[in-house]
């Protein structure tokens, strides 16, 4: 893990079974600590991160940039209950998400939809995981 990364973060991440080539969807992800964490995990693959706050985008994108760069990481604005594949997307093979108000409980409407979105936008044994668990759990599509 790069320096800095929590005991947390770097717990949820080592419990995701990442491999290499995996199109993977984080759902919320700040300032993209976990983003590029994960891009490093996935080789050649790619990771798509949304978070419905434009700073936090800002934030992900400057800090992200040789990963940007390189073709494996790419961030999006927008709420998980609002999001859809762009023209030419290809399915997620694992989505996930830490602190996501919408998958936690806090907000069941808001969470009905996030899944719909979710489940739409994954592959027919695409896999979502989300912290809560010890440290990660598996929410069924």
Excluded: Y
Aim: aromatic fraction near 4%.
């Amino acid at each position: 893990m790069a320096p800095g990364v929590s005991l947390r973060i770097a717990s949820f991440i080592e419990a995701l079974p990442l491999k290499q080539g995996l199109r993977v969807l984080e759902i919320g992800c700040g300032p993209g600590v976990v983003a590029r964490e994960v891009a490093r995990c996935i080789g050649d693959g790619f990771i798509l991160a949304i978070d419905r706050s434009e700073k936090a985008i800002r934030l992900a994108r400057a800090g992200s940039v040789t990963e940007m760069a390189s073709g494996r990481l790419d961030f999006r604005h927008t709420a998980i209950e609002d999001f859809e594949l762009s023209a030419g997307d290809d399915l997620f093979d694992m989505a996930f998400a830490m602190r996501v108000g919408a998958l936690d409980g806090r907000h069941p409407e808001a969470g009905r939809l996030a899944l719909m979105r979710i489940k739409s936008v994954l592959k027919p044994a695409g896999r979502l995981f989300i912290d809560g668990g010890n440290p990660l759990r598996e929410i069924d599509l």
